[in-house]
């Protein structure tokens, strides 16, 4: 006899019931898992981020503000004649006006008068010459100029150098700094904003050290770049999208660009000192030379995202315009290339921005040389914003610890703002279908 208690049958709607709702509550349980993993992810790359922003902040604020002094010379005669212009001694009567300002300095001792001298940029003098070779009649006249304070002083006053520390461990004494607080109780002290570090080029003087030439060198070579980058992979995505056969050939040409878009990029700094200043004897240090560098690099990611934006273009664009009798030209030009310009146009702005913050090909190709002026041509010495941002941070002066820091966040300026055009540019132009 079967016992009928055992045997086997359909389930019960309750069994059911709860062997749904058992593997609902698993699935809602890994599905918060995963969302709360999720939120750990973003939670510790923005906290990366901001440490990482608040470090660069906290060090190179300092930068965007420079000491100046303001000094009443008289343009003596005797040290600074007509005849000699522009020579002269303009650090003596600096010396002298430095030493009116603070009676109680010895001027028959000459180490009194270099350390007075010292509270003063050197390029106070430079200053002073340019001022009275533009005006000779200056000359037996006394006129106030207003220029930096050297870095010492500079990083004592923003609270840099601390005052309790023993004279043998400052770099300036008891004397100097008596002196220099002197100098700020008659007023003669500000602190300024630091327009000097966007209109000055480098210098050895971290004072006087500015961006100009960086920041001219990096629009050189970015527009080299970007003229010969954009037409170039554009082109190329087009044809191998559009009107290149599928045979092995485009696939090896598929794949090797592909490739390249991974290569690291002293590869290419490696080829273009071969190539182009090997082989075809172009300048070193030069912006045409780094731009052609960093189209090369630039150009697998503008093919790659022009070929994206391409396929994401619906078929039947192609296809509704072939049916009206366009022929495939037009269909290209006239209907998916206009569709896919705001992919094409973010992967090129990205494709710039990434170039922009390149350093490594840019070192080997010479352009961290020191270079006191901008660049006025493509085929000038130059340095860029990376380069120079290695150039300051191998310097042992105190004073380039902030300028490195606050150069680093003009380079992080200008990438958020090209981030910025490129997200607007999608907003703007893009299509949905």
């Not at 080299?224 to 056969?245: N, T």
Request: aromatic share 8%.
């Amino acid at each position: 006899m079967t016992d009928i208690t055992n045997a086997p049958g359909p389930r019960s709607p309750h069994r059911t019931t709860e062997l749904i709702a058992g593997t609902l509550k698993r699935r809602h349980a890994k599905e918060a898992r995963l969302k709360w993993i999720g939120l750990g992810a973003i939670g510790i790359a923005f906290t990366m981020l901001f440490i990482l922003i608040a470090s660069l902040v906290s060090s190179g604020w300092q930068a965007f503000a420079q000491t100046h002094i303001s000094v009443a010379v008289y343009i003596d005669p005797q040290e600074v004649p007509a005849e000699n212009l522009p020579r002269g001694g303009f650090d003596d009567v600096l010396a002298a006006a430095m030493a009116q300002m603070l009676p109680d300095a010895d001027t028959d001792d000459r180490a009194t008068m270099r350390s007075l001298n010292g509270i003063l940029s050197n390029g106070a003098q430079f200053s002073l010459r340019d001022q009275v070779v533009a005006n000779p009649d200056l000359i037996g006249q006394t006129v106030t100029i207003k220029v930096p304070v050297s870095d010492p002083f500079d990083q004592l006053n923003k609270g840099l150098i601390d005052r309790d520390t023993i004279e043998q461990n400052r770099r300036v004494t008891d004397r100097e700094i008596a002196w220099f607080d002197t100098l700020k109780d008659q007023g003669a002290i500000s602190k300024p904003f630091n327009w000097a570090l966007f209109t000055n080029a480098d210098s050895r003087f971290p004072e006087l050290a500015g961006l100009k030439g960086a920041l001219v060198g990096s629009f050189w070579v970015l527009s080299i770049c970007f003229i010969i980058s954009f037409p170039l992979g554009i082109g190329s995505a087009i044809y191998l999208e559009e009107f290149a056969p599928k045979n092995k050939l485009s696939d090896f040409i598929e794949v090797n660009i592909n490739n390249l878009a991974a290569v690291p990029s002293v590869v290419f700094g490696l080829l273009a000192l071969a190539v182009f200043i090997g082989w075809f004897g172009m300048p070193r240090s030069a912006p045409i030379v780094g731009g052609l560098t960093l189209a090369l690099m630039t150009m697998p990611t503008i093919i790659i995202a022009t070929r994206a934006a391409l396929k994401a273009v619906p078929p039947s664009i192609r296809e509704a315009a072939l049916g009206v009798g366009a022929s495939k030209q037009q269909v290209v030009f006239h209907h998916v290339l206009p569709l896919a310009m705001p992919g094409i146009l973010t992967g090129t702005i990205i494709g710039l921005a990434q170039a922009l913050g390149e350093t490594a090909p840019l070192l080997l190709i010479g352009m961290n040389a020191f270079i006191t002026s901008a660049a006025s041509s493509p085929f000038d010495s130059a340095t860029a914003l990376p380069t120079q941002i290695f150039i300051w941070a191998d310097s042992p002066e105190r004073g380039f610890v902030s300028r490195t820091s606050a150069a680093i966040l003009v380079l992080l300026g200008f990438l958020m703002l090209m981030n910025a055009v490129a997200i607007y540019l999608r907003q703007k132009f893009q299509r949905k279908w």
